[in-house]
């Protein structure tokens, strides 16, 4: 099983991806919380040069209600990690977390339900980022 979910994006620039990607995120219920620029954080505190890549913590507030009402500690996983980076071909890859994969270890079968449908959620966020 695969840890993430993940589509390559063809003839739009970085930009254009994180716009679109956080356009989808709001569309299934989700905000983002957070945004790390991983290729700056290196570049300021350790003065390498990486690509363009940056982690969205996005959080569907309703879904999130409802898996820490379920299990208190699952907070441990949240935000849902949604990342943006370009590739060595210059096209753009978008992944996210498979929460499902994520949480295996987490013994809560009422838990289940509520990841399966934050699943789905960031699968179809996946899916129309193109």
């Not at 441990?76 to 370009?86: A, G, I, S």
């Not at 809560?108 to 339900?113: D, Q, T």
Request: charge should be negative; proline fraction near 2%; glycine fraction near 6%.
């Amino acid at each position: 099983m695969s840890y993430y979910l993940s589509q390559e994006v063809n003839g739009k620039s970085f930009d254009e991806v994180i716009e679109l990607v956080t356009a989808e995120l709001k569309a299934e219920g989700f905000g983002v919380l957070t945004e790390i620029d991983i290729s700056n954080t290196f570049k300021n505190k350790l003065d390498v040069d990486f690509k363009k890549y940056k982690i969205l913590g996005a959080c569907n507030p309703k879904l999130a209600h409802k898996a820490l009402s379920t299990e208190d500690k699952v907070g441990v996983f949240l935000p849902c990690n949604v990342v943006v980076e370009e590739n060595d071909n210059g096209n753009i890859e978008v992944s996210a977390v498979d929460p499902v994969a994520s949480m295996l270890a987490v013994e809560n079968e009422a838990l289940g339900v509520v990841i399966s449908e934050v699943k789905e959620k960031l699968e179809r966020v996946i899916s129309k980022v193109k």
